[in-house]
């Protein structure tokens, strides 16, 4: 826990990876340390890309062993077609409760209709889709909201929050598109105030891509944000809590009405920025 809250870290990896790697073991460990409660899995590089089986496999024997401290994502390579959805199924029916997709690793655009079949098992089993964000030329946040407003009746989150090529697209990224919300790994704490400045503060999420990135310094970071206590729990744990249990958005007026509050609110940050 920090400071009382209940602390969710909505992304780190485990696995032997070719690039990275760490056990759920090590994990735990680090997670006891710094106070997190819950982290949510996926598998490491190699598992994404090509072994996406043996990786949702490794993910589900994590959370069926430790299921206070663990939740997962599936992972399936979009190149594999209806196999990858077949897969996709097989894991969420099996305990996982999303989808982790890397477009860069994987080699498409966010956009790229390939996906599709994906997204659409994903509405189908009513779970959301994270997809990494930041490095050109495929992955960036506008390319995630073409895809979002596609299938208003999707859940996305903008992994590291286009961090660092595209923080500037942000928030007008979650003003079009109010079926995405973003999870902060990477992100200083001046990028936190500005999205919370721009009125976004009930879809940014807390994660640390944990061993890519430092754990214990993205929990440091926490200190540091400019929040008030209650919008700082909600980033910590109840956002999260609340895109994992909500039904998704339908195609009716309740999306325009939030597509028309998110537009006003970035139409803010525009103008202060402007002044500034």
Request: some cysteine; proline content about 5%.
């Amino acid at each position: 826990m920090q400071d009382g809250n209940t602390l969710i870290d909505a992304h780190c990896y485990i696995g032997a990876g070719f690039h990275y790697g760490q056990t759920p073991e090590a994990l735990l460990a680090q997670m006891a340390q710094l106070g997190i409660d819950r982290a949510v899995l996926a598998p490491a590089d190699r598992y994404i890309a090509v072994d996406n089986r043996e990786g949702n496999d490794l993910v589900l024997k994590a959370v069926a062993r430790w299921p206070d401290h663990f939740w997962g994502f599936a992972t399936v390579n979009p190149w594999y077609g209806q196999r990858a959805v077949q897969e996709f199924k097989r894991a969420i029916r099996a305990g996982l409760i999303g989808l982790n997709l890397d477009s860069v690793l994987q080699g498409y655009l966010i956009c790229d209709p390939l996906v599709h079949p994906l997204v659409e098992a994903a509405i189908e089993l009513d779970v959301p889709i994270y997809f990494s964000t930041g490095t050109p030329i495929n992955a960036q946040p506008m390319q995630l909201v073409e895809l979002a407003l596609a299938y208003p009746e999707g859940r996305f989150i903008m992994g590291h929050m286009g961090h660092a090529d595209f923080w500037i697209d942000v928030p007008y990224a979650l003003a079009q598109a109010p079926n995405i919300w973003a999870e902060l790994s990477y992100n200083l704490p001046s990028a936190v105030k500005r999205m919370l400045d721009a009125g976004f503060g009930e879809r940014l999420i807390f994660g640390s891509d944990a061993p890519k990135s430092n754990l214990a310094l993205e929990v440091m970071k926490i200190g540091y944000w400019d929040a008030t206590a209650a919008r700082k729990a909600d980033i910590l744990a109840g956002n999260l809590r609340r895109l994992l249990g909500q039904r998704p958005l339908s195609k009716t007026s309740a999306l325009s009405d939030l597509r028309e509050s998110g537009e006003t609110r970035a139409a803010a940050f525009d103008q202060d920025r402007s002044e500034r």
